[in-house]
């Protein structure tokens, strides 16, 4: 920490990763004190405050987000990582829940930061994550010595080519809840106001995520931003039917007070069958060229592309018989080409039987990440001087 009078500067990392944007700030430059600490880091971001103006945050949850890093606690790995969901109106940082976004920024950021020696082609980034207790590796692309920036690869909802980062999730299943299927069934139902009853998929992978069809819910899953985000009565039957997934799959209980900014837990996703749509950049997306529809909403809101976790899940979802994206996915295969708000996205997972529940083996899809900046973020020292 820096101290200029009235302010302290702490050093921090803005990375992009994937469609994510966030900060990435060791531990060893925060208070030890959790409570301070969290403290530190809303007034970094500038929350709660939906518009964050007064910080580093972006005013939405895909650029609120936080990653703290530090030396491996385990010897199979070259740093940790534990994510952070900083809310946009409340003075809380959610901490049961992963970005599998961001960890392509932690990966690139630990190979440029020296927490692993660089092997061409590919760097192994071995990162240990606090938040599900499991290792995920980081593909890094190294030439002639030095990390490879420049590349061919895009994703939807990312200006540009770079370089592609594959992150690899094995033993993904049963990442918060223990079970791949939570509550043992490929499919349950929830009841919203009026007594009507909605069949939901819960599948825990990377994150546990409640699948519901667009058409249960009366869209038809090719949807943009301003079709759901602007329409208060269905995002009040989305959250009731999240909250009713989260208590099944026990990451709810039943008598506390719950919304989008204090449960990010579980996520809920629109699944539909493949069709033909245009996304938020104008562009046609054919239903022969994916396999499945998907809306990702988080915090409130429908992601303006989708989140890796979701991806994953669905992509394990797809392959195991009976739920609902089994149902309405086109191709049985372990990859799944998903249509999202800003285009597609490619994901693929490997499923086992067990005789109790599913094993997802491995999940995988390909990131990119890019440092935005480095330097120090400023808070008022009254901040620190509030734990005295």
């Given at each position: 920490m820096y101290g200029f009078g009235q302010v302290v500067g702490i050093p921090a990392v803005m990375m992009r990763g994937g469609t994510s944007k966030g900060l990435i700030l060791r531990t060893c430059d925060l208070p030890s004190d959790r409570a301070l600490r969290d403290q530190v880091i809303l007034r970094m971001f500038g929350s709660p405050d939906s518009n964050q103006i007064d910080g580093l945050g972006g005013g939405s949850s895909l650029t609120s987000k936080l990653a703290l890093v530090g030396p491996p606690s385990i010897p199979e790995a070259h740093i940790d990582y534990t994510f952070g969901q900083v809310s946009l109106d409340k003075n809380v940082i959610d901490y049961k829940v992963t970005c599998g976004n961001?960890?392509?920024?932690?990966?690139?950021?630990?190979?440029e930061e020296g927490y692993v020696a660089l092997t061409e082609p590919i760097t192994e980034v071995r990162i240990y994550n606090t938040n599900i207790d499991k290792l995920i590796i980081a593909e890094i692309p190294v030439e002639?010595?030095?990390?490879?920036?420049?590349?061919?690869?895009?994703?939807?909802?990312?200006?540009?080519?770079s370089s592609k980062i594959m992150l690899n999730f094995p033993d993904a299943g049963g990442t918060f809840t223990g079970k791949t299927l939570p509550t043992g069934n490929a499919v349950d139902a929830v009841q919203v106001s009026g007594g009507r009853r909605i069949e939901i998929s819960i599948v825990d992978c990377v994150n546990t995520i409640v699948f519901v069809h667009a058409r249960d819910v009366g869209l038809a899953g090719t949807e943009l931003r301003e079709g759901i985000n602007g329409n208060a009565a269905l995002l009040d039957t989305l959250e009731q039917v999240r909250v009713g997934g989260g208590i099944l799959a026990g990451l709810i209980r039943p008598d506390e007070p719950v919304g989008p900014g204090t449960h990010s837990l579980p996520k809920l996703v629109l699944v539909a069958e493949p069709a033909d749509y245009v996304t938020s950049a104008h562009e046609m997306i054919r239903a022969a060229d994916i396999d499945i529809l998907s809306r990702y909403i988080s915090m409130g809101g429908l992601h303006k592309a989708h989140a890796v976790g979701g991806a994953l899940a669905l992509a394990a979802a797809c392959q195991i018989p009976g739920t609902i994206p089994n149902r309405l996915a086109a191709s049985s295969g372990s990859a799944v080409r998903i249509g999202h708000p800003s285009g597609t996205m490619y994901a693929e997972a490997?499923?086992?039987?067990?005789?109790?529940?599913?094993?997802?083996?491995?999940?995988?899809?390909?990131?990119?990440?890019?440092?935005?900046?480095?330097?120090d973020a400023y808070i008022p020292a009254a901040v620190l001087a509030s734990a005295t």
């Open positions: 961001l960890t392509a920024a932690v990966g690139l950021y630990a190979a002639n010595g030095a990390i490879q920036y420049e590349g061919r690869f895009s994703i939807a909802g990312v200006p540009g080519e490997a499923v086992a039987r067990t005789a109790s529940d599913w094993l997802v083996t491995r999940a995988a899809c390909g990131r990119t990440a890019r440092r935005l900046m480095a330097g």
